[in-house]
């Protein structure tokens, strides 16, 4: 009988895990840079503005009336925890685009909160099924402290680029700093590639 070192699978499990990060198992931290907002979803409000042919704000009820969209996979956080095979739902950012019409001048986006947190992101970034607008979590309606009623998931890139208690998307011709970008953050924030901060 060949010998083995426990845990190890081979081109497994592990390989989903980008440098520097661990596997937060069960476990998903609760970690924000405002006060825990509650919103009620008879009055919130999303809109995709700014270099659109059509700017668009939908209701609760709206929002869901759009097409549904999932995403099963991973996240990962600048704090150097990952957590693997989450399911979220909501609706694709792809569909509100279809709705709003990007003009061909935008290049960016920025994303706010209602809680006024901003982040940025090309807008390469949210498009091409890249990006959600979610609010649901493994089947249930997405904890408040995670975000709920709806936060923005661009799973690929940190999750700081996934703002909580998301409000509007704004197209813009211009990369333009959000909150943790103007504290020292990567611009892009590509785990693969380890963007943490400015010079990464």
Same mark, same amino acid.
């Given at each position: 009988m060949g010998?083995?070192t426990?845990g190890?699978?081979?081109?497994?499990?592990?390989?989903?895990l980008?440098?520097?990060q661990?596997?937060v198992?069960q476990?998903w931290?609760v970690l924000?840079?405002?006060?825990?907002?509650?919103?009620?979803?008879?009055?919130w #409000?999303?809109?995709v503005?700014?270099? +659109?042919?059509r700017?668009?704000? /939908?209701?609760w009820? !709206?929002?869901?009336? $759009? &097409?549904?969209?999932t995403?099963s996979?991973?996240?990962?956080c600048?704090?150097t925890?990952s957590?693997?095979?989450v399911t979220?739902?909501?609706?694709?950012?792809?569909?509100?685009?279809?709705?709003a019409?990007?003009?061909?001048?935008a290049t960016h986006?920025?994303?706010?909160?209602h809680?006024?947190?901003? #982040?940025n992101?090309?807008l390469d970034? +949210?498009?091409?099924?890249?990006? /959600?607008?979610?609010? !649901?979590?493994?089947? $249930? &309606?997405?904890?408040?402290?995670?975000?709920?009623?709806?936060?923005l998931?661009?799973?690929?890139?940190?999750?700081?680029?996934s703002?909580?208690?998301?409000?509007?998307?704004r197209?813009?011709?211009?990369?333009e700093?959000?909150?943790?970008?103007?504290?020292?953050?990567?611009?892009?924030g590509?785990p693969w590639?380890?963007q943490?901060?400015?010079?990464d």
């Amino acid at each position: 009988m060949g010998r083995f070192t426990r845990g190890f699978t081979g081109r497994g499990r592990n390989d989903r895990l980008p440098p520097g990060q661990y596997d937060v198992g069960q476990d998903w931290p609760v970690l924000t840079a405002e006060v825990t907002p509650r919103l009620d979803t008879a009055t919130w #409000t999303f809109a995709v503005d700014g270099l +659109v042919e059509r700017p668009t704000t /939908w209701t609760w009820d !709206e929002i869901h009336a $759009l &097409p549904p969209a999932t995403y099963s996979g991973d996240i990962h956080c600048v704090t150097t925890w990952s957590k693997l095979g989450v399911t979220f739902g909501g609706v694709s950012v792809d569909a509100l685009l279809d709705v709003a019409g990007p003009l061909p001048t935008a290049t960016h986006v920025l994303v706010s909160s209602h809680t006024g947190y901003t #982040t940025n992101l090309p807008l390469d970034d +949210v498009t091409g099924g890249k990006a /959600w607008v979610a609010w !649901e979590y493994a089947g $249930l &309606p997405l904890p408040v402290e995670h975000g709920g009623p709806a936060r923005l998931l661009v799973p690929h890139l940190y999750f700081w680029k996934s703002a909580k208690w998301a409000s509007s998307i704004r197209l813009l011709d211009h990369d333009e700093p959000g909150f943790w970008e103007q504290n020292g953050y990567h611009d892009r924030g590509d785990p693969w590639l380890e963007q943490r901060y400015q010079g990464d």
